[in-house]
Every structure is written in structure tokens, then in C-alpha cells.
């Protein structure tokens, strides 16, 4: 199959057969728009790019956003070099992942271009100056279609970037394509009636997990340095995990979600955030500066400082960890994972015990209480106005499972929003013992396609959902791998505003266990 691009007109629909879409790219768009200019200086620059990490001569693919942008401003690689070999590398993986869906082939051609160009007359747009990235279907981006995974959507072209996009690219990347979602980003899998289903570069019966599987897939298979992906109950996180790259799901309240689809609001709000995907540590730490802070439009954001993680003492932490969170004990290779990275971190002089917080092993509960709430009133108005008559089947599984319920009442409803401020609070004073907890991204490794939403297999996901209850950051990065062959996260949860520490211990982890492995495609 032939990529095909098409920047001018009305890009076509995907089908599934159809590996890259024809897609259209806009500019660049309004960058950080409505932040004043010395935030705008202070996101670029929190903190200096981490050394460059030794990586295989010759592949640019397999590179380091962090070493990318070092190697594209010493003029020891050009931009245009790096956007073919990314561009190259998808045409070689995706009819096997299908986790592009909407390729910009030739805009980014054109970008890295200018780009070049720049750099030869000394001028730089910022830290990922000429850097490729790709970004998830549920954020806007000019000029791409951008669905949501939805099919009411299914040739809706935004006019404007989301804020974290119009923030990558007012620093310089260039996007390559935008990738695939379940419908509504409300799944653990990946999979829609637009585009199909994605699959996972490790073992393709499996699922690359969801909402954010086209982003991890892609960036873990070599076809994009970094992403963008969005976490509501595990979704930049169970991704990151099962397929064996690094993500970060930021606080509540640093990252702005202006232009995700569907939006943030509502009793879910706290719960959503905008986070980095890589396959290196060293990328969150370079991207998060750049899209964090308030955009003037999201609400529930706040300007807290950012600390530096080069500068946490490993060996002043105190550190809890447990394998079984009492609602699902961890499969054998999970839990001995994480007890590898425990040990790695007790190698380093932090202090570390076992010990889980009172109260998580209500995680599941609540939070399925908070979505299902208003009986899925909330998302069918989100269906409707989307113009979406036609539902994928895991949206319909999803739905039938809350339209069965009748809505709260308000003496209900305001007993399930106490009882969570109690969880909140319970939480709190664990944390105030510890600085970190290690624990499970789930109970097991990637599925199989289509087991995700078996009964016994739900309670699975209930470590990740523990943590937007709370709004806490919370890292993970590859920590080993299954006897069959699949990689296994290690979940890293650090206080509230501390990713500084989150960054840290999972750049020590994936120095000490080997982080991200290239999958043999």
C-alpha cells in the first residue's frame, strides 16, 4: 500500500484497508496564546535537556526527542533527515499497526524544510526546534481532521490547535500525523468504525491498550520520538505500560485540556489531564515545561512552579510500594517487576517499605460511581452533538452499562462526591509519610483483543483509577517483561505538583532496568 498525502484540498475517509489517510495540514496556529511572554520564556527553558543517552548510530528513528533536538541545532543532522526517516519508518510498521490514521506527510516535509532553513540563518523557534511528533485523534489540530474516533466527526477539520499542540509547535516540532482512539478515548482498547482497530508492535493478538494505543503503538514501533495522549482512567499510562514505553500523567490542574475531544468539565474534570509519551524519560522531562500552565481559557489550571528533577536526591526518599492493591492482586511477572525497580531504588539509598494506602481498594467502585452518575446522559449529549448516530461496539458495551442505571438522586449523588473527599483526604495522609508510591500499572500485561471488558478482567485497570481519583502525577516506564515476551510498566506516583520527583525515580528506573526494548517487527 502507498502512503498518499493531500494538503490541499478536503482530506478523504479512512478506511479500514487504507493504512494512511489522505490528510491535510494547516500552520502552524496561535501558539501559547493569552500567556504572557515572560511564561512563555519560563516554559522553554525550566529546566536544560538531560545528557543525551547513547542510542544506535545510524537510526534516526529510534532516537530521543531530547537527542533529535540537539543533534537537528549542532546542524549534525537536519530536520528533513529525521522527518523522512520517521515517515519512512511508519510506512514500514503501520499497515501492520494501523496506529497512524491521518498522515501529514508532505506538510511536515515542508516544515522541517523551513526549519532547516532557519537554523542556517541562526534562528530557532525553541527546544524541539525541527523535532517530529504525532499526537492523539482526541486533540485538535489545524487543518487535520481530527475525529475523536467518532464517526459524526469523521471530517471534522478544527480551525485551531488544541493548547498543548499550538505549544509543541510554537517550540518547534513538526507533526507527522495524528493516531488512532476508541471512540469518545472511552476504552481500554483501541479500536473504532472509522479507522479499526490498532494493534500492539510487541504481539499484534494484543491490544496496545487505550485511550491513548495509536500513540503508544507508534512511538514504541520507531515511527514518532513523542506524543501527545490524554488520561482519564489509565489512558496515557495502561498504553505506556503495555507496549513498554514512558509516559506521564501530569496534576490535576498543570496541564491545560483546551481543544481535547471530548472536553473536560463536569464531575470528571479533575480526573482528566494531557500528558507526554516517549520512549525515553529524558522527553517527558523536555516536553512537560512546554505544555504546562494556564492557556486563559481551561479554568482548572494553575500556575505552579515546576520543580527540576535533576535536582531530587534519590537517596532522601522515602518510598511505598505494594503489588496487590486489594482489590486485584498483580500477576506473578507484574509483581516481581516492580519489586526489581523496588529493589533499584533501595540500590540507590532511598528509603523503601511496603505499605498501600487505606482506602484504595475503593478505586474501582468510585470511580465507575462518578462516570456512571448520570446514567451516560453526559456522553449521549456529547454523541448528539456530535452528530453521531452510529456507535462502535466497545462504546456500546460502555453505555450499556451505565443506561441501565437510573441517575442519582441529589442526596446521592451528594453522598458519592463526600465519600470521595473522604478518599482524597485518606490518601493525603498516607502520602504525608511518603514521598512515592511504586505500584502496578495493572494487574497484568497487554491482552488479548477483546478480553478487555471481561467481567474478571475490569478490576485489572483499578491501579490506575486510584490515582485520577486523587489528581496525583504519576510516571511509568518499562520495568521488564512477561515470559511471554511483553513488556511490563512500572507505575511511579509522587505528591501532588511533584513530577519533579516522578521524572526522577523513572529516569533511575530506566537506567537500571533497561527501559523501552525495540520490538522485533
Not at 516540532?173 to 476504552?187: F, H, Q
Request: glycine share 12%.
Amino acid at each position: 500500500m502507498r502512503a498518499q498525502d493531500h494538503h490541499k484540498g478536503a482530506p478523504g475517509e479512512f478506511t479500514r484497508r487504507d493504512f494512511l489517510v489522505r490528510a491535510g495540514a494547516g500552520g502552524l496556529g496561535a501558539a501559547l496564546a493569552g500567556l504572557a511572554p515572560d511564561f512563555q520564556l519560563s516554559a522553554a527553558v525550566a529546566f536544560a535537556p538531560p545528557p543525551m543517552v547513547a542510542k544506535p548510530p545510524g537510526e534516526l528513528h529510534f532516537q530521543s526527542a531530547t537527542a533529535l533536538a540537539k543533534a537537528i541545532r549542532s546542524k549534525k543532522v537536519s530536520s528533513l533527515e529525521v522527518v523522512e526517516a520517521c515517515l519512512k519508518r511508519i510506512e514500514a510498521v503501520n499497515p501492520k499497526l494501523n496506529a497512524v490514521v491521518q498522515l501529514t506527510a508532505e506538510k511536515a516535509r515542508e516544515e522541517a524544510r523551513a526549519a532547516d532553513a532557519a537554523l542556517a540563518r541562526g534562528q530557532s523557534k525553541g527546544p524541539l526546534h525541527g523535532v517530529p511528533m504525532t499526537i492523539k485523534d482526541a486533540l485538535d489540530t489545524t487543518g487535520v481532521v481530527s475525529t475523536g474516533g467518532t464517526k459524526g466527526r469523521a471530517k471534522f477539520i478544527p480551525a485551531q490547535d488544541a493548547t498543548t499542540v499550538a505549544r509543541l509547535r510554537a517550540a518547534g516540532a513538526i507533526l507527522l500525523g495524528k493516531t488512532n482512539v476508541p471512540e469518545m478515548s472511552w476504552a481500554s482498547e483501541t479500536d473504532n468504525i472509522i479507522y479499526g482497530r490498532t494493534n500492539n508492535p510487541y504481539e499484534f493478538s494484543r491490544t496496545p491498550g487505550g485511550s491513548s494505543g495509536g500513540e503508544a503503538a507508534i512511538i514504541a514501533a520507531g515511527g514518532s520520538p513523542f506524543g501527545l495522549g490524554s488520561d482519564l482512567g489509565g489512558s496515557i499510562r495502561l498504553p505506556a505500560h503495555y507496549c513498554g514505553i514512558t509516559g506521564l500523567k501530569p496534576t490535576s490542574g498543570r496541564v491545560p485540556r483546551t481543544g481535547h475531544f471530548p472536553p473536560a468539565g463536569g464531575m470528571k474534570d479533575s480526573m482528566c489531564q494531557v500528558g507526554p509519551l516517549g520512549r525515553f524519560v529524558e522527553d517527558l522531562t523536555l516536553v512537560l515545561p512546554i505544555i504546562a500552565g494556564p492557556d486563559w481559557r481551561d479554568p482548572a489550571i494553575v500556575p505552579a512552579p515546576l520543580g527540576d528533577p535533576r535536582k531530587v536526591n534519590l537517596k532522601k526518599l522515602r518510598v511505598a510500594f505494594h503489588t496487590d492493591n486489594g482489590i486485584l492482586a498483580a500477576d506473578a511477572a507484574t509483581a516481581g517487576t516492580v519489586r526489581k525497580a523496588v529493589k533499584a531504588l533501595s540500590d540507590s539509598g532511598a528509603q523503601v517499605e511496603e505499605a498501600r494506602p487505606t482506602g484504595i481498594e475503593q478505586s474501582r467502585e468510585l470511580i465507575e460511581g462518578v462516570w456512571g452518575a448520570d446514567g451516560g446522559a453526559g456522553l449521549q449529549e456529547l454523541l448528539k452533538a456530535a452528530s453521531t448516530t452510529e456507535l462502535s461496539p466497545l462504546l456500546q458495551h460502555s453505555l450499556k452499562k451505565v443506561d441501565g442505571l437510573t441517575p442519582m438522586s441529589g442526596p446521592q449523588l451528594a453522598a458519592l462526591l463526600f465519600r470521595w473527599d473522604q478518599f482524597r483526604s485518606e490518601m493525603l495522609g498516607f502520602m504525608e509519610m511518603f514521598d512515592l508510591i511504586l505500584c502496578p500499572v495493572n494487574a497484568y500485561p497487554a491482552a488479548v483483543h477483546g478480553i478487555s471488558f471481561v467481567e474478571g478482567r475490569l478490576n485489572a485497570f483499578s491501579y490506575t483509577y486510584t490515582y485520577n481519583l486523587t489528581g496525583w502525577p504519576g510516571a511509568v516506564v518499562r520495568g521488564g517483561a512477561s515470559p511471554e515476551g511483553l513488556p511490563i510498566g512500572v507505575q511511579v506516583v509522587a505528591r501532588p505538583w511533584r513530577e519533579d520527583v516522578a521524572l526522577a525515580v523513572a529516569q533511575h528506573l530506566e537506567s537500571a532496568l533497561g527501559g523501552w526494548q525495540r520490538p522485533l517487527l
